[in-house]
């Protein structure tokens, strides 16, 4: 098994292969993937993911076995020099209200049947929104309702458009963890037109850390993973992927139905119960969020001040 991850060299984001728990720099030790257009990272991984990923295999075994002799990189010294993986996927698409202990425990509902509906979707713009672990999101000053959402993301791994339930899963290059930051009292905003407002309560610089890194689709079974984010120590949200309302084969019909997605692009799959709405026990500025997702690591993001 192996992980990709961008970790910060000095001060320069350097794209890695992570085997064992050690990092090796993907321009060292897989340099044809990284040498049209190395300014682009891990992007370039994904342009052609079949053929990234059988490259990839045989250097990770080859590290495994000592084959490959090149020195691993220094090890992060922590959170803040892991960065989100992807600088920059061209979309970040998150689903809303796709966990059935979310809609019926932190929304209060006796009860929720989807037949009648079709899943919600909104976007995030990437280059302001995405950011890595560490003290990397500053406490939107407009909202006294901030939250957490710790989520399952997955990568795309080719170009597609009108995907169906038989050939969805075959998009995916891998997955990681995401936690869709929510202004609450924004997104439920008396003063807007129609009394919702994603723009305002979702789309705020920062708010959508990703990472530690991308774990390749073969290595991850996603029927029953366990979902936990714990604020400052306690453990708030503690679930399974099995709880999906909409299943991941679902969403990427639904979303290729309208939108064409790319390689690389990041699509955050919803989050279960366990966020503040449950007891409207918000954030704060100074409080450490820590998502975990089986087989994916830990994401950990301390908040920061107001700008």
Not at 177 to 188: E, F, H, T, V
Request: contains cysteine.
């Amino acid at each position: 098994m192996f992980s990709l991850a961008t970790i910060r060299v000095g001060q320069e984001p350097t794209p890695a292969l992570c085997v064992g728990g050690k990092y090796w720099a993907l321009a060292a030790v897989a340099p044809q993937l990284m040498a049209k257009t190395p300014w682009r990272g891990l992007m370039n991984v994904f342009d052609d993911w079949a053929a990234s990923e059988q490259v990839l295999m045989t250097v990770a075994q080859q590290l495994q076995d000592g084959v490959i002799t090149q020195a691993p990189l220094p090890a992060p010294s922590g959170p803040q020099d892991i960065l989100a993986p992807l600088l920059y996927p061209n979309k970040l698409v998150l689903a809303g209200a796709n966990y059935y202990d979310h809609m019926l425990i932190d929304g209060k509902r006796a009860s929720f049947d989807k037949t009648p509906h079709i899943p919600i979707f909104f976007l995030k713009p990437p280059t302001t929104t995405l950011v890595g672990g560490g003290k990397t999101v500053h406490y939107p000053p407009a909202t006294v309702k901030f939250d957490y959402e710790v989520e399952l993301a997955l990568v795309i791994g080719k170009r597609s458009r009108l995907l169906t339930p038989d050939n969805a899963l075959d998009c995916i290059a891998g997955y990681t963890i995401a936690i869709d930051l929510s202004a609450r009292d924004l997104q439920r905003n008396p003063k807007h037109l129609i009394n919702f407002d994603l723009f305002a309560g979702k789309c705020f610089d920062g708010g959508c850390p990703v990472g530690p890194g991308i774990v390749p689709s073969r290595f991850v079974n996603t029927d029953d993973l366990k979902l936990k984010l714990w604020l400052n120590g306690e453990l708030r949200q503690d679930s399974s992927t099995k709880q999906m309302i909409w299943s991941i084969t679902e969403q990427l019909v639904a979303i290729t139905e309208f939108v064409t997605l790319e390689p690389g692009d990041i699509v955050s799959t919803g989050t279960p119960a366990g966020t503040g709405l449950l007891n409207q026990a918000f954030m704060k500025p100074g409080d450490v969020m820590d998502a975990e997702i089986e087989g994916l690591g830990r994401l950990s993001v301390e908040l920061l001040p107001p700008l």
